[in-house]
């Protein structure tokens, strides 16, 4: 889950991490307010959930209060088109108004979660205020890594080390380093997939802060933190995928034209390679799961048809858990709902598939059932 920046800031205080002084605004007169709190000349920022905002025209520095309630009131309720958002956009809802600052140095820091090492990883670059692909392509050398052991959490010698390395002033180290572990705390107690901080900046009058702050909070974490569910932002989310986020169902659009129906996210991954294979474009991943209901199968597919670029559907289902005739009774249902006449290529194995499939042949849907993988690619070809 992501929240905005505003919210992520406010989480980095409570572990005691310095931020700057601000705070969110949601009209022209909350901005104005705020910016008189902060003596005028302030920094406003509109509150998205994408990067780019900066080049995209949704941050501004003024000075004074009536130029913060001008320029809030101009993006309110517009979409900021970013290279992060597509040509729709996101809407913004609010704003974050902060004080200026003497900026004498802009760094980069962030922990992530690495594979390869199985372990987080703290990653830091003296190269801050840019994107950390085109350092890492450019200028490799200036990315530096820790790697945490998470039975003991990030030690102080590491910040130090990092701190050091990406050039921060001596009598900095320490605070800067300070911050760098106080973040690994935040990022392991809350459960963070992600912690991103660029830049981390080192102003004229010796304070290291967060300019900028990205929290991405793990789904599959949230039952630990239900205090937290109240920071999800649904207007930000693609509506198909907040749709399904709320049934329970992992479901990301994509911008093909083949519907993908699967239980399980391997068997989804090798059902989109094949609709590739094929030069096909898959619409979307869509994992019902092992244990989705008819109900839930139902609602799942009718958001899947409820994209206008779907013209097609392949399902591909392994009936375990999952019974085939449930998920075919969803299926129809859900056309029934829709009134959808895409065309359905359907492989389906496993419990009750001979019920499954029979349900499929007497819907009057347009089907074809198929037995294997390679059957499933052809019959998407000659659709």
Known sequence: MKIHE????????????????????????????????????????????????????????????????????????????????????????????????????????????????????????????????????????????????????????????????????????????????????????????????NPLVVTGDGRVLPVDAKLNLDDDAMFRHKDLTALRDASQEDPLESQAHDIGVIYVRLDGDVGCLVNGAGLAMATMDIVTAVGAAPANFLDVGGGADEDRIRAAVRILLSDPNVKRVLVNIFGGILRNDVLARGLVGAYADTGSKAPIIARMLGTNVDEGRQILRDSGLDVTVVETLKDAAEALSAA
Not at 123 to 144: D, N
Not at 172 to 192: K, N
């Open 6 to 197: 505003y919210q992520a800031k406010e989480l980095m205080a409570k572990y005691g991490i310095p931020v700057p002084r601000g705070g969110m605004a949601a009209s022209p007169d909350d901005a104005r307010r705020v910016a008189e709190e902060l003596g005028g000349s302030v920094v406003v920022k509109a509150q998205v959930h994408a990067g780019g905002r900066g080049k995209a025209g949704g941050v501004k520095v003024v000075d004074s209060p009536d130029a913060a309630a001008e320029f809030t009131g101009s993006i309110l309720g517009k979409q900021l088109v970013t290279f992060q958002t597509g040509p729709e956009g996101v809407p913004v809802n609010s704003v974050l108004v902060e004080e200026t600052m003497d900026i004498a140095q802009e760094l980069y820091v962030a922990i992530v979660l690495d594979p390869s090492e199985r372990r987080p990883v703290v990653i830091a670059s003296a190269a801050g205020g840019m994107e950390i692909e085109e350092v890492a392509e450019a200028t490799p050398e200036k990315i530096l890594r820790a790697v945490v052991d998470p039975t003991v959490g990030l030690q102080p010698y590491q910040g130090r080390a990092l701190a050091y390395g990406i050039g921060v002033p001596a009598e900095l180290v320490r605070p800067a380093a300070d911050l760098i572990v106080r973040l690994y705390r935040l990022m392991a107690d809350l459960d963070c997939s992600q912690v991103e901080i």
